[in-house]
C-alpha cells in the first residue's frame, strides 16, 4: 500500500496523469504517438475487445485513480465499479468522477478483488488493466472473476507476461530487480495463465501479443527516468527522497530493457464466461 500511495505523485509529473488520469502502459500506433494518446488508446482498444453496451456493469477490478472507469462512463454510458485496496487512490477516483460529470455512474470502494463484497453474478464485464500482476496466486483472481461475472460476460485483461517459466539467469536477475522495485510480486507464464482461464472455466476468445505497441512507452518512460535521476540521487543522499519513490525510479529504468530483451511481453487476452457452466460434481 505504502509504494501505490507514495508513487502517485511520480506518475502525475513522468506520465502527465492529470491530463488523461492512466496508471498504465500506453499503447503506441500510427494514430496515438504521445503518451497522453497512447494511455487513451489502451482504454479504447480494451473497451473494443469488451464489446460494451450502454447500461452495462462493469467492473473495473484494481482501478488506480480511477482514470480507466471514468472513461468508459465517459465513451459507452455503463456503470462502473472500481475497486482499488488503496485509501488515496480512492478518493482521488471519486474526485475525478465528480470532476468530469460521470459521478452518477462510477462507483469507488476500498476492497480486495480476490474477496469481493458483491453478490454472484453481478457484472457483465470485468476489466482488469494491469492489476492482475499484483496479486501472488493469480487462480484466487479467476475464481472470484468467475463468480461476479454474469454468464454470457467478458473478462478483458492487458498485463505483463512472461513467455517462458526458465530466462538465463542475467535476465531472471534483472526481471526479478523491476518487479520488486514496482511491488510486483510475479508474472505468470502466458500458456499458464491461459490453460488456468480455461480450468475456471472461462472460454478464451483471444490472447495477443502487445509488446511492440507499449514499447515506445517503455522507452519514454526509461528516458524520462534516466534524466530525474542526477536529481533523484542528490535527494536521496540528502534524505528527502522516500524509499518507495526511489525504486519507483530504478524500476522504470529496468522496465525498459528488460522488455526490450523479451524477458517480460505485454499481452491482452479476452474471455468469457459461458452462458450454461458444466456440472464439475459429475464424474464421466
Known amino acids: 500500500m505504502t509504494y501505490y500511495d507514495g508513487t502517485l505523485i511520480d506518475y502525475r509529473w513522468v506520465m502527465s496523469t492529470n491530463r488523461?488520469?492512466?496508471?498504465?502502459?500506453?499503447?503506441?500506433?500510427?494514430?496515438?504517438?504521445?503518451?497522453?494518446?497512447a494511455c487513451q488508446n489502451?482504454?479504447?482498444?480494451?473497451?473494443?475487445?469488451a464489446r460494451l453496451r450502454s447500461?452495462?456493469?462493469?467492473?473495473?477490478?484494481?482501478?488506480?485513480?480511477?482514470?480507466?472507469?471514468?472513461?468508459?462512463a465517459q465513451h459507452h454510458e455503463v456503470y462502473v465499479t472500481g475497486v482499488t485496496l488503496s485509501l488515496q487512490q480512492c478518493r482521488a477516483a471519486r474526485e475525478l468522477a465528480q470532476q468530469v460529470d460521470v459521478a452518477d455512474r462510477t462507483e469507488f470502494h476500498v476492497h480486495d478483488y480476490l474477496a469481493l463484497p458483491f453478490a454472484d453474478r453481478s457484472f457483465d464485464i470485468i476489466w482488469a488493466l494491469e492489476s492482475v500482476c499484483y496479486t501472488t496466486d493469480k487462480a484466487d483472481f479467476l475464481r472470484e472473476a468467475m463468480r461476479v461475472?454474469?454468464?454470457?460476460?467478458?473478462?478483458?485483461?492487458?498485463?505483463?507476461?512472461?513467455?517462458d517459466h526458465r530466462l538465463p539467469s542475467h535476465q531472471e536477475r534483472r526481471l526479478?530487480?523491476?518487479?520488486?522495485?514496482?511491488?510486483?510480486?510475479?508474472?505468470?507464464?502466458?500458456?499458464?495463465?491461459?490453460?488456468?482461464?480455461?480450468?475456471h472455466g472461462f472460454v478464451v476468445l483471444e490472447q495477443s501479443e502487445y509488446t511492440n505497441h507499449v514499447l515506445p512507452f517503455s522507452r519514454y518512460l526509461w528516458t524520462c527516468s534516466l534524466f530525474c535521476l542526477?536529481?533523484?540521487i542528490a535527494l536521496r543522499a540528502c534524505g528527502l527522497l522516500s524509499h518507495e519513490r526511489w525504486n519507483n525510479l530504478i524500476g522504470a529504468i529496468i522496465q525498459y530493457p528488460s522488455l526490450k530483451s523479451r524477458d517480460w511481453e505485454y499481452w491482452i487476452v479476452v474471455a468469457e464466461k459461458p452462458l450454461s457452466l458444466p456440472d464439475r460434481s459429475r464424474s464421466d
Do not use: Q
Open 55 to 72: 447500461g452495462m456493469r462493469v467492473l473495473d477490478a484494481g482501478c488506480g485513480i480511477g482514470g480507466s472507469s471514468v472513461w468508459l
Open 176 to 199: 526479478t530487480k523491476w518487479l520488486h522495485c514496482w511491488a510486483v510480486p510475479g508474472f505468470a507464464v502466458i500458456s499458464r495463465f491461459i490453460d488456468s482461464l480455461a480450468a
Open 20 to 37: 488523461h488520469f492512466g496508471l498504465h502502459f500506453g499503447y503506441y500506433d500510427e494514430r496515438h504517438s504521445t503518451c497522453a494518446a
Open 42 to 49: 489502451s482504454n479504447r482498444t480494451l473497451a473494443e475487445k
Open 230 to 232: 542526477p536529481a533523484a
Open 149 to 163: 461475472l454474469r454468464p454470457g460476460g467478458r473478462l478483458v485483461l492487458a498485463d505483463g507476461f512472461r513467455r
